[in-house]
């Protein structure tokens, strides 16, 4: 077999009259590196030997060697096949969505097919959005829905149609949303159930709001988070106050929410990054769906560094991050990315993972890019997603201190729990009516203080 190689010329007829084996046996002296996704390939065969050439999305070829066939082939840049990677669209839905869409366009997100949907005209003026969508014009008559889900709710299902097409043609689609509020909570799982419906990969990325925000809020944002679990194939949860712990004592109000957004940014471009620009470890869509299609709640724990030990520091910081409610080893799947700028090294990428991996259940299902881009000289950034949390997020948003007691609980019984047989193990629904009770009861016992 010969190496994967870059092809510096192909192009014009060729006709098995004229020998291509040295052409393409060039190959082997010309100068290669590694090749993005693969998108397609090409067979040329002369009278006495064949080749197959696999071209990439960057225009690098690999040429592989086949049993020799004597037939008559033409190859042209015309005949290699198009392909436009996989589609991937974000839709932020309500205030707080719209606000993270703007976050992330405004960060340089690429490769992405941004929309905006909002029931308050006015607001979606403010959009930088490419596809801004109204919904609930005779409800609402766009003023917005006074923080009522249900009328966010009646707002999609009467604009059932739109939303239909705002989600087609996509393979990969992001609803990011701020949970709490009135078209966010109401909307974001009806345009996530018609995303799943379409036949895409649909992941929520969605912020639990601040417990300065009141009550009702908090409520009303459980209520959504638990429709839009149903609805889509994996769900990743941002409590707001966990931001507290990240940001400064002197932050405003105004950047404490800009911080939000920012984290929301993060969690949809440490996705998909991976699958979108070509790296040095590069990760196809496929893969990442393995990892994400009917996972359940994820985690979401990103960290950035620089210096001497930035590998290193990056990662833990990704893996105890405060985003990060449980250690990831009771993960079922986890995608992680790494970003830096030129100066990032082979060995740099090899520490980051050595950390992930040797924190993970070695059954996990881990997937993973390096990107490289100029913008991050000097620095690394890590990105992780910890899927297959199913049901944990109400714990750890209506009782914290319980969840991280039973967490750790949990992990003093895991060994007896493997060593056991699979019968002797308590149930998934047994757990989750136990769960149910639990928060059952949380909730009162807050009402009644």
């Known amino acids: 077999m010969l190496a994967q190689r870059k092809l510096h010329s192909l192009g014009g007829e060729h006709d098995s009259s004229g020998d291509l084996s040295p052409s393409i046996r060039a190959l082997s002296s010309a100068s290669w590196r590694p090749y993005s996704r693969v998108i397609g390939s090409l067979s040329l065969k002369s009278s006495s030997e064949s080749f197959k050439l696999q071209v990439s999305s960057n225009g690098v070829v690999g040429a592989d060697q086949l049993p020799g066939v004597s037939q008559r082939v033409w190859a042209s840049s015309s005949s290699l096949p198009s392909y436009e990677g996989a589609r991937i669209k974000v839709i932020g839905v309500g205030g707080g969505g719209n606000n993270a869409v703007n976050r992330m ?40 829905t006074g923080g009522k889900p249900e009328l966010g709710e009646q707002a ?25 509020g009135g078209t966010g909570s109401g909307a974001a799982p009806v345009v996530a159930r018609l995303s799943k419906e379409a036949g895409n990969l649909t992941v929520g ?28 194939d994996t769900l990743i949860v941002i409590p707001n106050d966990k931001l507290l712990d990240i940001a400064q004592e002197q932050t405003l109000l105004q950047e404490a929410f800009l911080l939000a957004d920012d984290v929301l940014r993060q969690g949809v471009q440490g996705i998909s990054d991976i699958i979108t620009i070509p790296g040095l470890v590069n990760v196809d869509f496929a893969d ?47 995608v992680y990315n790494i970003t830096g ?18 924190l993970a259940d070695p059954s996990a299902n881990i997937i993973f890019g390096a990107v490289v881009d100029e913008r991050y000289d000097g620095e690394i950034h890590v990105t992780i997603v910890a899927t297959g949390f199913s049901h944990t997020f109400q714990k750890v948003l209506i009782d914290p201190k319980a969840a991280k007691v039973e967490a750790e609980e949990e992990k003093k019984t895991e060994s007896t729990w493997r060593r056991s047989p699979v019968a002797a193990r308590p149930s998934q629904g047994a757990q989750i009516l136990k769960l149910k009770d639990a928060i059952v009861l949380n909730l009162l016992s807050s009402f009644s203080k």
């Open 288 to 334: 990442v769906k393995a990892v994400m299609l009917n996972s359940g709640t994820a985690m979401l724990g990103v960290g950035m560094s620089t210096g001497k030990n930035r590998a290193e520091e990056a990662a833990q910081q990704a893996t105890s991050a405060p985003l990060i409610e449980r250690s990831i080893e009771r993960a079922t799947g986890i």
């Open 105 to 144: 366009i405004g960060s340089g997100l690429q490769a992405v097919e941004f929309w905006a949907i909002n029931t308050d005209a006015q607001a979606l003026l403010q959009s930088s959005a490419s596809q801004r969508l109204q919904i609930g014009e005779q409800i609402t008559r766009g003023l917005g």
């Open 205 to 232: 990325v969605v912020t639990y709001p601040f417990s300065f925000e009141g009550r009702r809020r908090a409520v009303q944002a459980l209520e959504a988070i638990e429709r839009l679990q149903n609805a889509v």
């Open 341 to 358: 700028g030129k100066d990032l090294t082979l060995q740099e990428v090899n520490k980051v993972s050595q950390v992930v991996t040797s």
């Open 156 to 180: 999609a299902e009467e604009s059932r149609d739109a939303i239909q097409v705002a989600v087609s043609n996509a393979d990969l689609v992001f609803i990011t949303a701020g949970m709490g």
